[in-house]
């Protein structure tokens, strides 16, 4: 894959046969032999930074292949601290192997079973873990599965790992928010690591009873109004802890544009037309608290009802639309991912719209979830799903069609 970006040359390296040898070279200097090489993961932000997660099998001085994780980073100010830096001529990249992720201190600590469960003061036998989510140098979530003496006494632990310059901003969101709504109770922090502790919640994601809940579950899940009603109990957006700067869908649409034009050039003029006709963020109504990223994964129910909501990383001031719109643009993208329950997922989402329509501006609701899409659009190329560049061009029309309904 050739990219043509002039402030992060080495990129085109990363994502085509050149990895190998980046890889390699590095591999080789640490005593192992490097067998196999795929690409996983690709964080991009054209013109300033990348990063490019690679699975590996890798012979350590003549062992049997085990298998690794690597990630390459390439940034307009050069590679960043702490990682093993490659050049070739004016060509620089940083290399680490995970999980001594430079800018995730509490990464290690966080997925290596007798440390964490030394830090929870349980046996180590008793521990089992599961990286639930990565991103290099931005977060992790490891779940924690802790046995008991019997199956009853099992308890579940969420270990979330944030640069540490973080961890106190999310614990006190958390706080905040969870005056007014059921969020993951703190249980302790790790400061220096910039991880926190949290317990697990009860029920059910939204997206677990899409993908394989029966039709009385399906029947059963919140509507409209519900989430409308669960959103306004939300703090005051004027407290402090709520001031991070959350940015709706339709500010963030051009810079998701940018990069779909990067990686998928023959749609630039498409995308252009598209993010004119998306116009700028939504003004009308009052500045509220917003989750951010609200989507399906993120709400869980009980019987029906939703018993709390999850990942306040992204919360803060914003508009009501940015939440109601993004939970509408993820439930058509999952519906496209997820073929066989469409139609269970395009039922719900119907369910919610004319409540989402009454609590907002229709035509904004419509142009906020456009916008969701092309966000959404990115994340194919993102995970380097086989055939991406086929389900980017399918979200990029299921946004102009939402763009189209907004503008009649």
């Known amino acids: 894959m050739v990219i043509d970006d002039a402030l992060l040359p080495p990129l085109s390296e990363l994502l085509g046969p050149g990895a190998r040898a980046v890889v390699a070279t590095a591999v080789e200097a640490a005593g192992g032999r490097l067998v196999q090489l795929e690409r996983r993961q690709v964080l991009y932000r054209p013109g300033r930074s990348a990063s490019v997660r690679y699975a590996a099998t890798v012979a350590w001085g003549g062992a049997a292949p085990v298998g690794e994780t690597f990630v390459a980073i390439v ?106 709504v059921r969020v993951p109770e ?96 939504a003004e009308g109504g009052p500045i509220v608290a917003v989750h951010g990223d609200l989507h399906e994964a993120q709400m869980l129910v009980t019987d029906g009802r939703v018993g709390g909501i999850l990942d306040l990383d992204g919360a803060g001031p914003g508009r009501r639309v940015d939440d109601l719109g993004t939970l509408l643009g993820h439930l058509v993208a999952l519906g496209d991912s997820v073929p066989r329950r469409r139609g269970a997922i395009e039922r719900w989402r119907a369910r919610l719209q004319p409540a989402f329509e009454r609590a907002v501006d229709p035509a904004d609701l419509r142009r906020t979830t456009a916008a969701a899409l092309v966000g959404l659009a990115t994340g194919p190329f993102r995970v380097q799903q086989q055939r991406w560049q086929r389900r980017v061009r399918r979200r990029i029309a299921a946004a102009e069609q939402w763009a189209a309904q907004a503008g009649a």
């Open 75 to 180: 940034d307009a100010d050069g590679p960043p601290a702490g990682t093993l830096v490659l050049t070739a001529g004016d060509l620089a990249v940083g290399l680490f192997r995970y999980p001594d992720d430079p800018g995730l201190p509490g990464l290690r600590p966080a997925v290596i079973a007798p440390e964490v469960a030394g830090r929870l003061g349980v046996a180590p036998d008793r521990v089992a873990l599961d990286l639930k989510t990565y991103r290099p140098g931005r977060r992790a979530v490891v779940r924690v599965q802790i046995t008991g003496v019997a199956p009853e006494q099992a308890v579940e632990r969420y270990l979330k790992v944030v640069p540490p310059a973080e961890l106190g901003p999310l614990v006190g969101r958390l706080a905040t928010f969870g005056g007014h």
């Open 186 to 281: 703190v249980l302790g922090t790790w400061p220096q690591d910039g991880t926190v502790v949290l317990a697990a919640l009860s029920g059910r994601t939204v997206r677990e009873v899409l993908l394989a809940g029966e039709r009385s579950e399906l029947d059963a899940l919140p509507d409209g109004d519900e989430i409308v009603d669960l959103l306004d109990r939300l703090p005051d957006p004027t407290d402090t802890s709520v001031q991070a700067p959350a940015g709706g869908p339709l500010s963030r649409a051009a810079g998701h544009a940018a990069l779909l034009q990067t990686v998928l050039p023959a749609e630039r003029d498409r995308l252009a037309s598209l993010v004119d006709r998306l116009g700028g963020p």
